[in-house]
């Protein structure tokens, strides 16, 4: 699995993760030491769609910690 694969099939979900909260959980889960910068060159590296929403944010009661998740939205088969 790739380290895009990993860090979607993590943040993908209703929760915020920081960059270091998803590096142990890819540890933890996937056995796979990936880094901050690593991550956060993945992340740059997703593209928006019409069923994928990246959304980041400051963790509130922080000034400068980032926290991300991806909205996945079911495909509309209209």
Not at 10 to 19: A, F, K, Q, R, S
Not at 37 to 54: F, T
Request: aromatic fraction near 8%; hydrophobic fraction near 35%; charged fraction near 35%.
């Amino acid at each position: 699995m790739t380290q895009r694969a990993r860090l979607k099939e993590i943040i993908t979900g209703p929760e915020y993760w920081t960059l270091e909260e998803i590096c142990n959980a890819s540890e933890t889960i996937f056995h796979k030491k990936d880094t901050p910068a690593a991550m956060s060159a993945r992340w740059r590296e997703i593209v928006d769609g019409p069923n994928l929403q990246k959304l980041k944010r400051v963790r509130k009661g922080t000034k400068n910690l980032w926290e991300y998740r991806i909205q996945a939205e079911p495909a509309n088969d209209d």
